[in-house]
């Protein structure tokens, strides 16, 4: 059965205050070479039917993501 | 500058209200396809030196998955 | 020590699809009577100096919720 | 109608890395005085009908928390 990934980001005009708390408390932890963390929602769906790309976009437009906010992508492995 | 994935799930045998609350949405909406649905956290981290993908572990072990309860995977991308 | 609780949510006119997906799924559960869920964060801080009210404050704006999309609370216990 | 808060947060013994990384960035903007952060997900619910401390009780217990891992609270307000 078809695995489909939907990974949602905030659009990256919007500020992301979970990532810029995780970027600034890695150099207190001696991670220094991160310049950049932005936090997403990350879904994983099983599809029985029909075309689990197009399902899985539809899913995502109506209930993972909201898309004034947010981008999605969605990718599907076997 | 290399990107790195970083994406945690729950455990499989944890149970997942998150997603359980979107897998019973979905025949409401139409959606009869789908036959589970897991809800994690997806990380996009830009790492400027250093060995990525280990750079990427480290922090993810330490900052974004507990791992008595959730495992992760790391996807570094050029 | 004082404990303060901030709670985010997403602003009102901003589209919540986790909270959706949770209402959508409560009639197939047997619960009819719940006519709206929104989910947001909610953070424990335990602030050992200075006015709590005011670091919680100053905390939430700049760490734990974006402003443009996100509404705060913060209210301190005892 | 009344509004029920269901506060979720993970059990005290289990570890919050998102709260540890807030906590961790805490210092570097001057804020010195939190001693813990702890992270937790906030719903607000409307509830039309029956015994809301209730009926939030249930639905919380099967859709909004995993209670293996989560402890949560119920306040109804009006």
Redesign the interface.
Known sequence: ?PTVVV???LKPE????????????????G?D??????????????????DPQS?AH??AE?????P??EDFTVTVTN
């Open positions: 059965m990974d949602v980001m919007i500020l992301d205050p979970q990532g810029q708390a995780i970027l600034r408390a890695l150099p207190t932890l991670f070479d991160v310049t950049s963390v932005r936090q997403g929602k990350h879904f994983e769906l099983e599809i029985a039917g029909g399902v539809q899913v109506t209930l993972l993501a909201n004034v906010i």
